[in-house]
């Protein structure tokens, strides 16, 4: 799906395109139900946009301080000691970002020598994969497997190279939607302290969970003082576009994470700052209710999915749905994925775009249940023309 592209650094080419822009775009050119891109077809809470204008009105739309506003980095600060124990001082261990996309990027960016190792596990988020070319690092991954997802132990060990600087971990985790368990991030802490790297997390579902509990990387002994710890607005209150992320950590990895951020975007979103700094304020009362909105529409999808014949994997978090779609007489994702806007008018992801091994991704892909009930029911219904 990706094309060379003339004047791209060698570096980067493979990734001129993300899928989930295009795949996007294929569900408006085709008029198909978009369970591709993840993205909730409705919004967060009606207060916190509203928090959004008033801050817009109350002249809150010049350039905030190159950290965040002070107000987001002490709710940011209270959130992690309030859910996980964890304490950040909101003047120099707190940075905010423009969304979690760009904590990721600036944190690689900052904290890589060209010729590293950074260690992800597979499949991996698209922009890690990007993010580590940038940096003109390379990645080495270590396969979770079916059905549970898990990781061998002896796979995480033999991806540490002499030139390792970090591990990557997602948890809640795209595209899977695997919670990590305290012994699985207690393995990785033991190997990160063992080789001394650093670690880095991307916890932007960690309020979407069904199953289990969220566990930040941090909060495990020795861990704090080597993770960044990185998550956003975004999944958690339901307003992606608005692009507020953050990035919590000890003051010398922020401020080298810092020192990237303010050449990419410098600043965003002054009037949403203001916005989600009152709905992180707010405590529970907004993060309890997106897990419970979503756990049905999980169930629904998943055995609507089993119901027509693919092996569909329950999810513990995160919002999508994995199917292995060979039951159905496919060997190929994105076959398939190419085939169903047209056949079913429907659009999912090929989850092969997550992985490195071309085999293991193949006969896999991801769908989002993010969506409003009947738009599930409606995508369900002309998937039925699937059906053996
Ligand atoms: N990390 C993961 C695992 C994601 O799924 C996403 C997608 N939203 C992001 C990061 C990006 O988050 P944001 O929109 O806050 O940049
Ligand atoms: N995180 C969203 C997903 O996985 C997409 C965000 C993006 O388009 N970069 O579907």
Redesign the pocket.
Known sequence: MTTRAPYLNSRLQGYTTTIFAEMSALAVATKSINLGQ?FPDTDGPAEIRQWAVDALLAGHNQYPPGKGIPELRNAVADHQRHFYGLEYDPEDEVLVT?????A?AATLLALCEVGDDVVMFEPF?D?YAACTAMAGANRRVVPLRRPGWSFDPADLEAAITPRTRLVMV?TP??PTGKVFTREELELIARTCIEHDLLAVT?E??EHLVYEGEHVPLASIPGMRERTVT?S????TFSF?GW???WACAPAPLIAAVRTVKQFLTYVSGTPFQYAVASALDAGERYVSNVADSLRSRRDLLCEGLGAIGFDAIRPSG?YFVTTDVRPLGYEDGVDFCMMLPERCGVVAIPSSVFYDDPEAGRPLVRWTFCKRREVLEEALGRLQVLAR
């Open positions: 993840g423009a969304g979690a996309t760009e990721v988020y922009s997602n985790h795209n991307d932007v579902y990185i956003s607005a975004g999944k992606t692009k507020i992320g995160a």
